[in-house]
Structures are given as structure tokens and as C-alpha cells.
């Protein structure tokens, strides 16, 4: 596999998601590391999950990371620390939304 899915939910909610691809010459495919990030679709069964996960365990601050096998989206590991390069290739400000949800009470 040459991608898998980061799926940052903050306040409950999805806040950004997208594609980690890997580098022809590295498996990684860390963003820091040398992945490249696209906005492609997700599949909306990998958003479920990574709301459903968040919600059973507690988070509402985390970086969720996927990846499809066998047709089905499987967790791989839950950041609390997810980095900020996904907002920035997005041209979201996340220090400007983070005092926007909160000055909306959404966190």
C-alpha cells in the first residue's frame, strides 16, 4: 500500500481529512517524512470510523489515521501530536480556527 488516511477531528467533528502517500522510494508516509498529501475523496466509511472511534474513546483533539485493506477502512493509530501541514496545504489558518471554535463554544 503507498497511502493511507489522516483524519483530524477537533470538537467532536471532522475538521480535515485527507490522503498520505508515500514516495516511490519509501514505504512512509509520514508528511514529515517524505509523504505527500492529497485532498482526493475519502471514503465515507473511513470517515465513519474515524468519528466512531474518536467518540468510544474519548478524543476530541486527534489526528486519526486509516487504511483501507480488504475493501474495509482499519485504524492504525490515533495522534494527539497530528501536525499542521494538512491545514497549511488546505490554506486553513489552525491557530485562526482553533480561536474561532472556541470562541463558538465548539471546544
Not at 84 to 102: S, V
Request: proline letters at 3%; charged letters at 25%; aromatic letters at 8%.
Amino acid at each position: 500500500m503507498d497511502r493511507d488516511m489522516r483524519i483530524i477531528i477537533i470538537g467532536k467533528k471532522i475538521r480535515l481529512a485527507f490522503w498520505r502517500i508515500s514516495t516511490s522510494d519509501n514505504f512512509k508516509t509520514n508528511v514529515s517524512q517524505g509523504g505527500r498529501i492529497s485532498f482526493d475523496p475519502l471514503p465515507k466509511e473511513a470517515l465513519d470510523l474515524a468519528e466512531r472511534t474518536a467518540l468510544s474513546c474519548g478524543w476530541d483533539d486527534v489526528g486519526i489515521d486509516i487504511v483501507m485493506h480488504g475493501g474495509r477502512p482499519h485504524v492504525l493509530e490515533g495522534n494527539m501530536k497530528y501536525g499542521t501541514k494538512g491545514f497549511h496545504a488546505a490554506g486553513i489558518d489552525y491557530k485562526a480556527m482553533l480561536a474561532g471554535l472556541i470562541l463558538k463554544g465548539e471546544i
